[in-house]
């Protein structure tokens, strides 16, 4: 397993140029798309040359697009039916023979199942980057047994915390294929100052106002049933959540909200595009995962300058420790109420930390170096390629 201190050299520099399709089916927006985005994006000018084909069930209008092409990277989405993984794998097939990638980088379940091996089929090498595992009901273990099988055949496997490598070492991928490379952050735009985030949100500008935000999918993965649980348990103060994000728990969510009396205290903003510039409007972020990679809502809070509380799970505590962060048990609605509650007793306290975060963010997280690593991993699979058998499709 190569963890991130493995030597590499920055990727501006003349040598031979590398072109690297990523393949993914997006959501709306997440974690896992605003990776794919820095990674296409950022590398202009350098000697990777990005595209990215978008699996989109439905229709070519979908807003991961957007802002590929507002940065001129080449983006190819492949419009299927749902479960049309033929006409998927057929229309993959295609754009790899008319591009000829070096690499093909899959990300998520669905490319790392259905479309690594057309690539394979092809004699392309390929890269995966494990994002996370949800974990939850049967079908996602069914998809996550899946995934995990599919890696054994990838060419280079990327976790992006230590735990997720630790668990793919425990499922039998080949520690050589293994390579630890956390995520990173530039900020694509400024954020707003408080008075115009909170406009915004629509929350009471004052300052003996708290304001609570979270932001992610409305998942179960993501913990917002931890969140209101936790809100519940709040002393009496003057405080708003603001809940940034939609998924499919959204509507018990609500209810359950009402049920526990929250009432308007908590509001539900769906997805909004640009929420990292907003992070300003909150007095605390909380993050109440009970699984993670590397999650980038954090990075987003660290560069806002915002006290953050987090659950202690995943790539977590490798981003933020005590020093810079509130770090609580998963799944402690108590422990999470608790660590609100000590941000608002002690602001002081919780500014030096939200300080120290975001020089953390600046000196750990560099865009540059991790661009290099992903480099020397496409490299690495590119030398070995023809020597490589084309696996099963």
Same mark, same amino acid.
């Given at each position: ?16 140029? $590398? ?14 798309? *605003?990776?794919?985005? *820095? ?5 202009? =000018? ?23 092409? &507002?940065?001129?990277?080449?983006? !190819?989405?492949?419009?299927? &039916? ?11 097939? @295609? ?12 990300? #998520? ?22 994002? #996370?595992?949800?974990? =939850? ?13 599919? !890696? ?35 900020? &694509? ?11 915004? $949100? =629509? ?6 106002? !708290? ?15 931890? $969140? $209101? ?17 939609? #998924?499919? %728990?959204?509507?018990?969510?609500? %209810?359950?909200? %009402? ?10 903003? #769906? ?13 605390? !972020? ?16 660290? %560069? &806002? ?8 799970? =995943? ?8 020093? @810079?962060? @509130? ?16 941000v608002y007793c002690d602001a002081a306290a919780a500014a030096r930390r939200a300080s120290a975060a975001r020089v953390r963010l600046e000196r750990e997280f560099d865009v540059e170096r991790w661009l290099a690593r992903y480099e020397a991993v496409y490299r690495t699979v590119r030398a070995g390629a023809p020597t490589s058998r084309p696996g099963p499709a």
């Amino acid at each position: 397993m190569r963890d991130r201190r493995e030597a590499v050299s920055l990727s501006r520099g003349p040598a031979a140029r $590398l072109s690297v399709l990523h393949v993914l089916a997006p959501a709306a927006y997440g974690g896992l798309e *605003a990776v794919v985005q *820095a990674l296409a994006m950022e590398s202009a =000018g350098s000697r990777v040359v990005a595209s990215v084909a978008a699996i989109i069930p439905g229709t070519a209008g979908h807003p991961f697009l957007a802002g590929l092409r &507002a940065a001129a990277v080449p983006a !190819f989405p492949i419009v299927v &039916a749902p479960r049309a993984y033929l006409q998927e794998r057929a229309a993959l097939a @295609e754009l790899c023979e008319r591009l000829r990638p070096d690499v093909v980088h899959t990300h #998520g379940y669905r490319a790392d199942v259905v479309d690594a091996g057309v690539a394979r089929r092809l004699g392309i090498p390929v890269v995966t980057t494990v994002h #996370g595992f949800t974990g =939850g009901g049967w079908r996602n273990r069914c998809y996550e047994w899946l995934q995990l099988r599919a !890696f054994h055949r990838c060419d280079a496997v990327v976790a992006v915390s230590r735990p997720l490598a630790q668990r793919l070492s425990r499922s039998g991928v080949p520690a050589e294929r293994v390579h630890v490379i956390p995520n990173a952050w530039r900020a &694509a735009a400024p954020p707003l100052d408080r008075a115009a985030a909170r406009q915004v $949100l =629509g929350v009471p500008s004052r300052r003996d106002h !708290f304001c609570i935000g979270w932001v992610g999918r409305l998942s179960d993965e993501k913990g917002p049933a931890l $969140l $209101l649980d936790a809100l519940a348990r709040l002393p009496v103060f003057p405080w708003t959540a603001c809940v940034v994000g939609e #998924g499919p %728990a959204r509507r018990a969510l609500e %209810a359950r909200a %009402a049920r526990l009396g929250l009432g308007e205290r908590v509001r539900w903003y #769906g997805g909004v595009a640009g929420a990292r510039r907003l992070y300003p409007a909150f007095d605390v !972020f909380v993050l109440s995962s009970r699984t993670e990679g590397t999650p980038v809502v954090l990075f987003e809070a660290m %560069a &806002a300058d915002v006290p953050i509380v987090a659950t202690s799970v =995943g790539g977590v505590p490798d981003v933020v420790s005590g020093t @810079e962060a @509130e770090l609580v048990a998963p799944g402690e609605p108590r422990a999470l109420a608790a660590g609100i509650w000590a941000v608002y007793c002690d602001a002081a306290a919780a500014a030096r930390r939200a300080s120290a975060a975001r020089v953390r963010l600046e000196r750990e997280f560099d865009v540059e170096r991790w661009l290099a690593r992903y480099e020397a991993v496409y490299r690495t699979v590119r030398a070995g390629a023809p020597t490589s058998r084309p696996g099963p499709a």
